[in-house]
């Protein structure tokens, strides 16, 4: 299981969030994974895993294959080669729907919700088997489905928004409406794409711990260019340039290392 260890603060001054993974079995591994388009290579003969109960960033500067990366494991972009098993299932092949249904939960970098419904019937929506836009207006609200939705509107920081429309949430709520849409379903595995953009200091720190505590039940890889965001809760950090595998380890690791700040952090 994961731990949130005590708050520390960084050279910024800012409490730092740590989230550390004490499980040691991999619940994703991809391996020499490439992918073409037009003769370019957007990721090439990437191979990483990660933990069950593991929170890990993904970094690295435009145009290095991460949400590439993110669209190949969710069904998005089928590789040019390589293999992507998830819980020892090969996810390449299969259809977007059905690596949602084998357990696996994807955000885009732009929110994507209903502005016209209510976040109570957003959240309706996820329900595995549950009801259509139409359908969820009018169906009959059923305990166990109430009690979900009310733990994770909590979990989400929306609690006291559930009758509110989501298109008159702040651009931050949306994020976070959007990863609760993605709680309902209860992905093992979370992928998401630059969860903070666009939000205040308080809510990228009340991000980071939401982050952190999504990670004690499930595996969450995230993707960010805000580092001071990622050194708040990175235990482990993944660095790409040009669809390769450039470092990894700790944050403090990847920031010592001379090929990172030679084409990232030192631009």
Not at 51 to 67: F, H, M, Y
Not at 128 to 147: M, N, T, Y
């Amino acid at each position: 299981m994961s731990a949130v260890l005590p708050l520390s603060t960084s050279n910024s001054g800012n409490p730092t969030v740590s989230c550390v993974s004490s499980a040691m079995e991999q619940i994703l591994q991809v391996e020499d994974l490439t992918v073409s388009f037009d003769g370019f290579k957007a990721v090439d003969a990437l191979s990483l895993s990660i933990q069950r109960d593991e929170l890990r960033v993904i970094i690295g500067p435009n145009g290095a294959g991460k949400t590439t990366l993110l669209d190949m494991i969710c069904g998005k972009t089928r590789p040019s080669s390589g293999s992507v098993r998830f819980n020892g299932r090969e996810l390449v092949g299969l259809s977007e729907h059905e690596i949602v249904r084998a357990g696996v939960g994807r955000k885009f970098q732009t929110p994507s919700v209903y502005e016209d419904l209510t976040v109570m019937e957003n959240f309706e929506i996820s329900i595995p088997g549950g009801q259509d836009v139409l359908g969820s207006i009018f169906f009959r609200r059923k305990a166990h489905v109430l009690e979900r939705i009310h733990a994770v509107a909590q979990e989400v920081f929306l609690q006291s928004m559930l009758q509110h429309r989501a298109g008159r949430l702040s651009h931050g709520q949306k994020q976070w409406l959007e990863i609760g849409m993605l709680l309902i379903q209860a992905p093992e595995l979370l992928l998401l794409d630059e969860p903070v953009a666009g939000m205040s200091p308080r809510e990228r720190e009340q991000t980071g711990e939401l982050l952190c505590r999504i990670s004690r039940g499930k595996s969450v890889i995230v993707i960010e260019h805000d580092m001071d965001f990622v050194r708040r809760i990175a235990s482990k950090v993944t660095v790409l340039h040009q669809g390769r595998l450039l470092s990894e380890g700790s944050p403090a690791q990847v920031q010592s290392d001379p090929r990172v700040i030679d084409v990232y952090l030192g631009h």
